[in-house]
């Protein structure tokens, strides 16, 4: 849950991730689903491919994995504090600061996609306008790794890591027909209970699908 701009009830998910930095890479970057869908995804891309890391948080596992199999990483993220983390924890990878939203993508651009828990500080509505426009950005036949927690929720308020926030999702069902419907053929679907390495953590569900531009 790393990437988006919005100002509702809760605080702005650059405030929140700025105030968690090192601290959620600890939470959350020891997830084995996590892992698994970066080895699938790994299996799959082609030599040297473009990849972009839509809330790439602290770079880390996602670009990190990534740019060490020799692929070429562009992250985004709308906090200061993690992009500076990613950028000296993964050097061979780019990083910009922005809302992964409003920066300009070329059709195509991308031979694969990454949005490990940026979502969900977005509305329904922008999360499903960001997925369609992320599937334009893609090659067709290019590929998707995405992941939420598959929760039925609109505008709702929530402490995530002590922090207030606003977060939106949908159930599992409802989501991999988002991502189908935003252009992607969803190919594989893993849910899993995750708890993160946290004081306040407990278990949460987390959805991971892998799919290909049409």
Do not use: N
């Not at 996590?34 to 770079?59: F, I, M, N, Q």
Request: aromatic share 6%.
């Amino acid at each position: 849950m790393s990437d988006d701009p919005g100002e509702r009830a809760g605080l702005p998910a650059a405030t929140v991730f700025d105030a968690l930095g090192a601290e959620y890479e600890r939470a959350f970057a020891g997830s084995a689903a996590h892992h698994a869908s970066l080895d699938l995804l790994l299996e799959r891309l082609g030599p040297g491919s473009r990849v972009l890391d839509a809330g790439s948080g602290t770079g880390v596992p996602t670009a990190r994995r990534l740019a060490g199999a020799g692929h070429r990483v562009v992250g985004v993220d709308v906090s200061p504090v993690m992009t500076a983390l990613a950028a000296r924890q993964v050097p061979d990878a780019e990083f910009r600061l922005g809302d992964v939203r409003e920066l300009p993508w070329e059709d195509g651009e991308f031979d694969a996609v990454c949005v490990y828990f940026s979502l969900l500080q977005m509305s329904r509505g922008e999360q499903a306008e960001l997925l369609g426009r992320l599937a334009r950005a893609v090659r067709p036949g290019g590929l998707l790794a995405v992941a939420t927690v598959p929760v039925d929720v609109a505008e709702a308020s929530a402490v995530f890591m002590g922090q207030p926030v606003v977060v939106s999702s949908f159930g599992e069902e409802e989501f991999t027909a988002l991502v189908a419907g935003a252009g992607f053929a969803v190919e594989e679907r893993r849910s899993v209970l995750f708890t993160p390495d946290h004081p306040a953590g407990a278990p949460e569900p987390h959805l991971f699908l892998h799919g290909r531009r049409v």
